[in-house]
Every structure is written in structure tokens, then in C-alpha cells.
């Protein structure tokens, strides 16, 4: 069984810059596409980011475009977000969720395990 366990949320002002980490365990995520998801009060599920098997092909939904990075480091079973240029509107609980398949996907519905979710809150 696979869990992710993820960590790096918090509070930070507007402008200011967070990193989230989602360790995995229970088998290697080498053969995995993965992605970041975020959901704030009231509203539904929203794609962040997300990222091949390899790492050689990422995409990020337009809002975050620019401002935030998907990486992952396969020899550590790890992924990661590099969140800059924080708004107040990135306020959500983050989410990383892994699928079977190697090919990278922004519909939640093709993602197997989920991480455990982190809260970002950035202040104005």
C-alpha cells in the first residue's frame, strides 16, 4: 500500500514563497506520474500541477503558471512544490496524489493515493 505523507505548509504573507514535499512510501514512485491538487473552503478540488514518471514533462494550470514549480526526486521517492509570488488566493489545503500510469494527468479522477493534505494560508 502506498502512503504518501506530505509537509512544508503554513502561513506566510502575500509575496512570500513556500515549499511542500510529499514523501512516498510502501513502493518506488520512479514509474508514477504524480501531481499537486488544492482545495479551499466551499469550493471543489482544483488542479495545481503535475509531472510525468521522469520528470521531463511538467504542466501547471494557468493560475499558478510562472509562480509555482513541480519537481520531483525519484531517488528520495519525493515530490515537490515550489510555491513563489504567493497571493491570497492560493489559500487551500494542498493535496499530492500519485497515479499508476507514467503519463502526467490534471483530472483527479485518474490519481490512485493521496497524501494526507497541508494547509497553505497566505495573508494580505
Known amino acids: 500500500q502506498v502512503q504518501l505523507v506530505q509537509s512544508g505548509g503554513g502561513l506566510v504573507q502575500a509575496g512570500g514563497s513556500l515549499r511542500l514535499s510529499c514523501a512516498a512510501s510502501?513502493?518506488?514512485?520512479?514509474?508514477?506520474?504524480m501531481g499537486w491538487f488544492r482545495q479551499a473552503p466551499g469550493k471543489e478540488r482544483e488542479f495545481v500541477a503535475t509531472?510525468?514518471?521522469?520528470?521531463?514533462?511538467?504542466y501547471h494550470a494557468d493560475s499558478v503558471k510562472g509562480r509555482f514549480t513541480i519537481s520531483r526526486d525519484n531517488a528520495k521517492n519525493t515530490l515537490f512544490l515550489q510555491m513563489n509570488s504567493l497571493k491570497p488566493e492560493d489559500t487551500a489545503v494542498y493535496y499530492c496524489?500519485?497515479?499508476?500510469?507514467?503519463?502526467?494527468?490534471?483530472?483527479?479522477?485518474?490519481?490512485?493515493?493521496w497524501g494526507q493534505g497541508t494547509q497553505v494560508t497566505v495573508s494580505s
Open positions: 496524489a500519485l497515479r499508476s500510469g507514467g503519463g502526467y494527468s490534471y483530472n483527479p479522477r485518474s490519481y490512485d493515493y
Open positions: 509531472i510525468n514518471w521522469i520528470g521531463s514533462n511538467t
Open positions: 510502501g513502493r518506488t514512485i520512479s514509474s508514477s506520474a
